[in-house]
């Protein structure tokens, strides 16, 4: 077990935002510097974090919608209260005290502390909750709440931290000096509010609260009556099914970028496949087309009970006139980034991923370094036009994945190229530019060629990465201009040739 | 009844341009930034909707029709580059798409095949390279691709027979993109329903001292225009020191004449 400490920095200090139980067993206590709590805890077993107030809203809405299991109507009291309303919920567990004990116990397996008042208003349970030391589930009469609440310090009405402090300052400490007090004097002093959280408590003005609505996922599912191995049946459920997706989507007014189909089989296990979609998209007819071939290649097993659809990432998608606008009243002079997306969609999902790809310039000297292939996932409507500049050298149009092994012929050492042997072919070569002196990066140390990027594969023959290349422009007799470079070698071995590329 | 023969004429080219719209198309033209290859071209440009086939180069200076070196081909990249790019930018969204990794071009071709020699990275962002694992993957991927609404799209070409040209064909009519198929030389012979088809080989290098990559570009067949447009007439193409290509023929006398009939 580890002591857990979240920080928050307050006045250029880093101080206690929250902590565990065990923490504040020790005695530590929001507020106080997290270097004094670290000292009150043993060092090895402190864990400290920066608390983040967005993550743990959403995390307390993940929680109030996990309550939703006990009690209908949830509300999110931030930073860490939940308002559930039990009413008539008791008669369901056999009392109030036995569904507060179900919650306790499955809180409490989720390592979270809790505790659970019950009180016939909002503002009641709410000081109850944290300003009793065991605070109980079973809720006071509302005609007892004031004798229940006089003895509370007023900080349990809800109040800011400077009003309390206001009202310290003449010596109120109680809610039950408060309530002595004549309410004109209390309201002209000290503002509506004040009046307003005490009448809430003690039930006297009303207070609605805000419950969460958990979204239901967009799903649609159908169950046979028996299992059947025909796949022209269980592709015609699955499309309606898709439709009903569409339907459903289009009533949210969202798209989806992932579908995920379920057969439930018969003797095996549920086969989930999912299709994923570049841009949100909400089209049956393409959802369907990107289902299908995953379909066909299902394994049915001894038949299928029963197909369920899912639509995930979901995302907004207004409304707008699809099949209308698709056509084109111009003939489709424009590039609709929506028809790009499904066609995207659909080239993926039959040619696989990896299939689909877009060049992005890489920063390397190396010709076969110097771009990386990735697989395209999305549309955007505005391509961004990142990544670092071309090399300003000339590099040829055509690039070998590998370069190919040649040979080349002189008519005197060291002289100008005459031919170059490459498989049967021995073309004279005309002119030759060069060399441009290509030195192998070297901080990626030895042999470390090969899978970098698609441009990749630059294995193919030994040696490679620890020479320079002596890179010339040929022209052959032909016309051709080939890109061919020399390994510079140390002394000894014969100079290698390789043809590595043309301007074609 | 019409009885004014200048009305009657105007109404027979309404019927005669209304019964040829299935073939010609409603569909647009781009320049292809060459002066020479447009005035070859009936329409002043590469027609839209259509599929345009581009015969690669030869490697080799022996007889192409060996078997030995019948698969060794060089689609003419630059050329299809700077195509793509002109047909890209004369439409909206301007993607490209290149089909087949035997056609993929490197990022500087991509880049630099600039009409006037300006760079444009967001180019590399707007294109698409697709691998299809086999040749009959390949051909429904172009049909696919076809058929999305203002595209360009690239192709390896090979291997395709006259029904698969008529298919594509007819996917870009419906889509009204624009296929440039990079076909190996020895396919010419085959039968096509392509728009235009132009071979394309290394300029012969006794007719021009190079020192930079040429070529001669010949229109074969154009669909639509008399033959004697294409008669054998070729412009030669060349891949200046910025990275572009440009259009290099010789000034001669007789190209005023050609336009003459042209017109």
Redesign the interface.
Same mark, same amino acid.
């Given at each position: 077990m580890h002591a857990v400490i979240l920080s928050r920095i307050d006045h250029q200090r880093e101080v206690v935002g929250s902590c565990c139980a065990m923490a504040a067993r020790a005695g530590v206590f929001p507020g106080m510097t997290v270097a004094h709590a670290r000292a009150l805890l043993p060092p090895a077993r402190t864990h400290v974090e920066s608390l983040d107030d967005a993550l743990a809203e959403r995390s307390l809405r993940r929680f109030a919608a996990w309550m939703i299991r006990f009690v209908p109507t949830v509300a999110v009291d931030p930073p860490d209260g939940l308002w559930l309303d039990a009413t008539g919920c008791e008669r369901l567990y056999g009392g109030i005290d036995r569904l507060a004990a179900r919650i306790l116990g499955a809180v409490g397996r989720l390592g979270i502390t809790a505790r659970l008042a019950g009180a016939p208003t909002w503002g009641a349970a709410w000081a109850l909750a944290r300003y009793t030391d065991d605070p109980s589930p079973l809720p006071p009469e509302l005609s007892e709440l004031r004798s229940v609440l006089s003895p509370m310090p007023v900080a349990a009405l809800r109040i800011d931290e400077a009003m309390r402090d206001k009202l310290h300052r003449i010596g109120i400490e109680r809610i039950g000096h408060l309530l002595a007090l004549p309410r004109s004097a209390l309201a002209d002093r000290y503002g509506e509010m004040l009046l307003l959280r005490l009448d809430q408590a003690l039930g006297q003005a009303v207070e609605s609260i805000m419950p969460i609505r958990p979204r239901t996922p967009v799903m649609a599912e159908r169950m046979l009556d028996g299992p059947t191995d025909r796949v022209e049946a269980i592709e015609m459920i699955t499309r309606e099914l898709v439709g009903q997706i569409a339907a459903q989507l289009t009533e949210r007014e969202c798209g989806c970028r992932r579908l995920e189909v379920t057969l439930f089989r018969s003797d095996l296990d549920p086969l989930t496949f999912a299709v994923q979609t570049a841009r949100p998209t909400r089209d049956a007819r393409h959802l369907w087309t990107l289902v299908r071939p995953n379909l066909e290649s299902a394994h049915l097993g001894f038949g299928v009970e029963g197909v369920r659809v899912r639509a995930h990432a979901l995302a907004r998608l207004l409304h707008r006139q699809e099949a209308a606008w698709e056509v084109g009243s111009d003939g489709g002079a424009s590039a609709d980034s929506g028809e790009l997306g499904k066609l995207v969609d659909t080239l993926t999902a039959r040619l696989g991923t990896g299939r689909v790809l877009r060049l992005r310039p890489v920063e390397s000297h190396l010709p076969e370094r110097a771009f990386d292939l990735e697989t395209v996932t999305g549309i955007e409507d505005r391509p961004r036009s990142s990544g670092p500049a071309l090399i300003d050298a000339d590099r040829p149009s055509l690039l070998f994945r590998r370069p190919i092994p040649i040979n080349a012929m002189f008519l005197v050492p060291d002289g100008p190229i005459t031919r170059v042997n490459i498989g049967a072919d021995t073309p004279r070569i005309v002119a030759c530019i060069g060399p441009e002196r290509i030195e192998p990066e070297w901080w990626r140390g030895y042999g470390g060629y090969g899978g970098c990027g698609g441009g990749g594969g630059y294995g193919g023959y030994e040696g490679h990465g620890t020479a320079a290349r002596d890179y010339f422009k040929a022209q052959t007799e032909t016309g051709r201009w080939l890109w061919i470079f020399r390994e510079v070698r140390h002394e000894g071995t014969s100079a290698r040739w390789f043809l590595h590329g043309e301007w074609a | 009844m019409r009885t004014d023969p200048a009305a009657l004429r105007r109404w027979l080219r309404e019927r005669i341009d209304a019964i040829e719209v299935g073939e010609a198309g409603?569909? #647009?033209t781009f320049s292809t930034g060459w002066r020479g290859l447009d005035e070859v071209l009936p329409s002043g440009g590469l027609r839209?909707?259509a599929i345009h086939e581009w015969f690669?180069? #030869? %490697?080799? +200076?022996?007889d192409p029709a060996s078997p030995?070196?019948r698969g060794s081909w060089? %689609?003419?990249?630059?050329i299809l +580059?700077h195509l793509a790019q002109r047909a890209a930018s004369t439409?909206? &969204? &301007?993607?490209s798409?290149w089909i087949g990794a035997r056609i993929w071009?490197?990022?500087?071709?991509?880049?630099?095949a600039g009409i006037d020699g300006a760079?444009?990275?967001?180019r590399?962002?707007?294109?698409?390279?697709?691998?299809? %694992?086999t040749a009959a993957?390949r051909l429904?991927?172009i049909d696919? +691709?076809l058929r999305? %609404?203002?595209?360009v799209v690239i192709a390896d070409g090979s291997s395709l027979d006259t029904a698969a040209t008529r298919r594509l064909q007819l996917a870009a009519e419906s889509? &009204?993109g624009i296929g440039l198929l990079a076909r190996p030389p020895h396919e010419r012979a085959c039968l096509s329903v392509a728009a235009t088809r132009w071979s394309v080989?290394?300029?012969?290098?006794s007719s021009v001292p190079?020192?930079?990559?040429?070529?001669e570009v010949q229109l074969v067949r154009c669909k639509g225009a008399p033959s004697l447009l294409t008669d054998g007439r070729s412009v030669v193409l060349e891949?200046n020191?910025a990275?572009s290509v440009v259009d290099v023929s010789p000034e001669v006398g007789e190209r005023s004449g050609r336009a003459a009939i042209a017109s």
């Open positions: - | 409603t569909h #647009e839209c909707g690669g180069l #030869e %490697p080799h +200076a022996a030995a070196i060089t %689609p003419p990249l630059l +580059a439409r909206a &969204g &301007g993607w798409i071009p490197t990022t500087h071709a991509l880049t630099c760079d444009d990275p967001a590399l962002a707007r294109t698409l390279l697709i691998d299809p %694992p993957d429904w991927a696919a +691709a999305c %609404p203002g595209v889509g &009204g080989r290394h300029a012969a290098l190079a020192d930079r990559p040429r070529w891949r020191d990275g």
